[in-house]
């Protein structure tokens, strides 16, 4: 079956990020123009995804207002004049990137709860999870990557990048055989591992496909790191019975969740923009040799 719909579940309290998500949410930080949340909703658009459902919480309804029109701005843009044309177009394209949904997490119990809002929407399809603190700018669409491996093999996909082994522990870990190029077969894994527990430097970095019988596994699932309802505890059930799939994605990953990968991507995304680009690069080569 197509892998037609994705979740992206945006309902963290962005602690680390704080004081500027108190009233905020990290999703809506911006990238030079453009809000976090913008770019992994393109990103699933140019991966032939048709539908996605947003998971919030309460104080998170700027992102349901960034992608609805808004007749006021719009109509100030047309009496602006020429020039305006491309501002426009770009705004009114924000609310037909795809279908998009909104459901609340009610309470805060981690991925895997929030994972399992979505059991009504996804039905009994296949589904890529876009995970909201993480931005992936590449030519090549992570989530496509992912969806590509899925039809090839026909069970979940995990999208994974090796980390450091001071890291990891931060992350999870995975135990993975090589299959053929960047694909990987999983059949094990652990959710911020002791460094006893660490299986390999391979991770899942913020995206996956899953099958339905993910939300089955959910409803079993006890709370793991953190007390919390860990989706990694639930696809470690799936990759021990069936195994899956580990794809070691081309792209650059931005953790939003994290000030310094907010920075990151902030300055590197800058330095290519195409309006700002190259204004940008001499103001740092300038900037550098004062450091």
Do not use: W
């Amino acid at each position: 079956m197509k892998v037609t719909k994705a979740v992206i579940p945006a309902a963290g309290l962005g602690t680390r990020v704080l004081p500027a998500t108190k009233s905020m949410p990290k999703e809506m930080l911006p990238i030079v123009d453009k809000p976090a949340i913008q770019y992994i909703v393109e990103e699933a658009v140019n991966s032939g995804i048709t539908d996605i459902l947003i998971i919030t919480n309460r104080g998170k309804g700027l992102i349901e207002d960034h992608f609805d029109r808004v007749p006021e701005l719009e109509a100030k843009l047309i009496s602006g004049g020429p020039g305006k044309e491309e501002i426009l177009k770009e705004i009114i394209d924000i609310s037909h990137k795809a279908n998009i949904y909104f459901v609340r997490q009610k309470e805060t119990r981690g991925l895997g709860h929030a994972v399992n809002c979505a059991r009504s929407f996804i039905g009994n399809e296949p589904f890529a999870v876009l995970y909201g603190d993480d931005v992936i700018i590449g030519e090549d669409p992570a989530c496509g990557q992912l969806i590509r491996a899925y039809n090839e093999f026909g069970k979940g996909v995990l999208g994974v990048k090796k980390v450091t082994a001071e890291a990891i522990t931060k992350y999870s870990s995975l135990k993975v055989e090589s299959i053929h190029d960047n694909y990987f077969e999983c059949t094990d894994m652990i959710e911020k591992p002791t460094p006893d527990k660490i299986m390999s430097l391979y991770s899942i970095l913020g995206r996956c496909v899953l099958t339905p019988e993910i939300f089955d596994i959910l409803d079993q699932t006890e709370p793991g790191a953190g007390g919390e309802i860990q989706l990694t505890d639930a696809m470690r059930t799936m990759a021990r019975a069936a195994g899956m799939i580990a794809v070691d994605f081309t792209g650059k990953r931005y953790d939003m969740g994290n000030k310094f990968g907010i920075m990151q991507a902030q300055v590197e995304i800058a330095l290519k923009h195409p309006e700002i680009g190259e204004e940008f690069t001499a103001y740092l080569k300038e900037l550098c040799r004062t450091l």
